[in-house]
């Protein structure tokens, strides 16, 4: 059983702008992530996608994206919302979400404690948003959280920085995905948030 769980935040085609407008840096970028996924599957940790879907009939996601010319995104059954075909493996689990954090009035937390998972990881879009809440809503529950540098994305570096500041400061381990898969390689999970010493 796996003690350290990937938790992946909206990696959907109708969202990968928000990681570049660029297809040739998109590529690269996401090539980078598979190699860290790949790495923590080949060491029999668990990869979930939290994939981001919206109910247009709830009137939350209404108000939320009234003013929106392009209408609500990621609705169901729509190809710009399935998850990105490269960064998912048969052996992944999905957990669908409705808000920005991954344990808002989901299966995520129930599919964490059957797994026996100690530690998340959490990576994806946008760090200043999802990854965030997910992250604060982890550590609330008891979780051990890390969040790869390199695997988080945000329109604007600004964004990526300002919460990779906050995470580091109130909830969350902050490092490099080479470094974590570096712990893994030695240990079974990663060291408590304050514990750290150079892997």
């Known amino acids: 059983m796996p003690n ?34 790949d790495g923590i599957r080949a060491i029999d940790q668990a990869v979930i996608h939290l994939q981001l879907i919206h109910d247009p009939e709830d009137p939350s996601v209404q108000r939320r994206y009234r003013h929106r010319a392009a209408g609500i995104p990621a609705i169901a059954g729509t190809p710009g919302n399935q998850l990105i075909k490269d960064i998912y493996h048969p052996s992944d689990l999905v957990v669908i979400k409705g808000r920005d954090s991954g344990f808002y009035e989901t299966t995520l937390d129930e599919t964490l404690q059957k797994l026996g998972v ?28 890390w969040v790869p540098d390199d695997c988080v994305f945000s329109p604007t570096s600004e964004d990526t920085d300002r919460a990779l500041e906050w995470l580091a400061g109130y909830c969350a381990t902050v490092a490099p995905s080479a470094e974590i898969l570096s712990w893994l390689s030695k240990s079974d999970d990663l060291p408590e948030r304050g514990e750290r010493r150079s892997a």
Do not use: M, S, W
């Not at 809503?137 to 008891?142: C, I, M, N, S």
């Open 4 to 37: 350290v769980a990937v938790l992946t935040n909206d990696l959907q085609y109708e969202f990968t702008y928000k990681i570049t407008t660029d297809p040739q840096e998109l590529a690269r970028k996401l090539n980078k992530f598979n190699t860290f996924l």
């Open 118 to 145: 100690k530690t998340v990881v959490v990576t994806g879009l946008q760090t200043h948003v999802c990854v965030q809440t997910t992250a604060a809503d982890a550590f609330f529950r008891g979780y051990n959280v």
